[in-house]
């Protein structure tokens, strides 16, 4: 990482209208993303990630504010942008119906490469993503892992600077979502700039060097995952109880001890709680309280809260997808036009 920035924007701005109404998708979001580094954009669906992206890969031209990747302005310099950058959206951006060599190669002929010289790079990218013994095969056939994978790949063929990788684990299973983390590694490894869009958030704590959440449109909290977790106070205290029935009373004498609120783990057996930073002194009173009650807690664990209490106490609940859903809508029309 250096202290040059890759990418850097002021009060980004972008609105969508449809028949019915307009949104305001992104409302003056400001970036600073040094060279050689990951960054992470959390947010919940409709936040506003995928068109901050958009704009910064000149795919829709800002309504307000600038932007800057490599010192390229995305509106004035939308030709240089597009030469140093990679893009790898939600979607297959390949051709179901070629081979995944024929979808690189026809890549590489189209960025210039003499033939051989695309045969070369075309070998080595699908060496370096484990699918040289897939590539013979047509991409409809892919798991989504390697879906995923020839999507990455064919936003490499040029080597870019910086990669935009918008959401690019939704829907892998976790061994497929591990190699993607690990091709976004040695990508930054070898000196790239990388963009992450996620909604997973041990992924932005995995790989992202600073983390800006985003919710409706404007970013609400940025910073190292350490420095987002320590945020929302000093600890988390998480919980687990013998009996399911047994929760509910857990829950009460929790909140009553550490004076904050609890919530409810996916598994009925589980609560969460933070801890404010005032109320430290009384973590080591809550076991006894709970077992003067006749509460059995086989497992009790203190530590930093986790991404995903930052994220619920940054945000509340995820929140309805309205900036997809404008952009997706047959009738949306962008209050501006596509920079050519």
């Not at 081979?99 to 002929?109: D, Y």
């Not at 977790?229 to 004498?253: C, D, P, Q, Y």
Request: net charge negative.
């Amino acid at each position: 990482m250096t202290d040059s920035l890759a990418v850097e924007a002021r009060g980004l701005v972008k609105h969508f209208t449809s028949r019915r109404s307009v949104t305001k998708a992104v409302d003056g979001i400001d970036l600073s993303i040094a060279e050689g580094s990951v960054f992470g954009l959390l947010g919940p669906n409709g936040a506003g990630k995928t068109t901050v992206v958009r704009m910064l890969a000149t795919l829709l031209r800002p309504d307000a504010g600038t932007a800057t990747v490599l010192g390229h302005d995305v509106v004035r310099d939308a030709d240089a942008v597009r030469s140093a950058v990679g893009l790898t959206g939600q979607y297959a951006s390949v051709d179901e119906d070629l081979t995944g060599t024929e979808n690189l190669l026809m890549l590489a002929r189209l960025y210039g490469f003499a033939p051989a010289a695309a045969r070369r790079r075309v070998q080595g990218l699908l060496e370096a993503f484990d699918l040289d013994d897939a590539g013979s095969r047509q991409v409809k056939t892919y798991s989504g892992g390697m879906h995923r994978r020839i999507d990455l790949a064919a936003s490499l063929v040029l080597a870019p600077r910086v990669l935009f990788l918008d959401e690019p684990t939704t829907g892998l299973d976790p061994r497929s979502r591990n190699q993607v983390w690990d091709i976004v590694r040695v990508l930054v490894d070898d000196g790239a700039t990388v963009l992450l869009t996620t909604q997973y958030l041990d992924e932005a704590d995995q790989l992202a060097d600073r983390i800006a959440v985003v919710d409706h449109g404007r970013t609400v909290a940025e910073g190292t995952a350490s420095d987002l977790k320590r945020s929302v106070g000093e600890g988390a205290v998480h919980l687990r109880v013998a009996e399911v029935s047994e929760r509910a009373r857990a829950a009460e004498i929790t909140e009553r001890v550490l004076r904050t609120e609890v919530t409810f783990g996916s598994d009925p057996h589980t609560i969460a709680a933070r801890v404010p930073d005032d109320g430290a002194d009384a973590v080591p009173r809550l076991l006894p309280a709970l077992a003067e009650a006749g509460i059995s807690v086989p497992e009790f664990t203190l530590g930093q809260p986790s991404l995903d209490e930052v994220f619920l106490a940054l945000t509340g609940q995820p929140l309805p997808d309205e900036d997809a859903a404008a952009e997706r809508d047959a009738g949306a029309r962008e209050t501006t036009e596509v920079p050519r």
